[in-house]
């Protein structure tokens, strides 16, 4: 069983900084995709950043690009998102997701889920 476990969220002014963390228990991360989805109230859960189980591959949604940058660490079983330049629209709930091997950016296509951390970005 995977499981997941987000940290590293808060309330960051516009501009700002914030770095996600998800550490992951379970025997098959180093095969795994990672990715992290945000959700924000009445909207749907949408993929931000992933990175396939080799780490030579790696999605942006366009809304971050240039702004996000995922990473793992595969000998410390966690995955990263790091967020600069963050603006008030990027304020959700962040979750960390696995699934195996390959990038799928709906969510109902990846397994394992986090119970998530608030991101803030006020203005």
């Known amino acids: 069983q995977v499981q997941l476990v987000e940290s590293g969220g808060g309330l960051v002014q516009a501009g700002g900084s914030l770095r996600l963390s998800c550490a992951v228990s379970?025997?098959?991360?180093?095969?795994?995709?990672m990715g992290w989805f945000r959700q924000a109230p009445g909207k749907e859960r949408d993929l931000v950043a992933a990175?396939?189980?080799?780490?030579?591959?790696?999605y942006y949604a366009n809304a971050v690009k240039g702004r996000f940058t995922i990473s793992r660490d595969n000998a410390k079983n966690t995955v990263y998102l790091q967020m600069n330049s963050l603006k008030p629209e990027d304020t959700a709930n962040y979750y960390c997701?696995?699934?195996?091997?390959?990038?799928?950016?709906?969510?109902?296509?990846?397994?394992?889920w986090g119970q998530g951390t608030q991101v803030t970005v006020s203005s």
């Open positions: 379970g025997p098959t991360f180093s095969t795994n995709a």
């Open positions: 997701a696995a699934r195996p091997y390959t990038i799928r950016t709906t969510a109902d296509e990846w397994s394992y």
């Open positions: 990175i396939k189980w080799t780490g030579d591959n790696t």
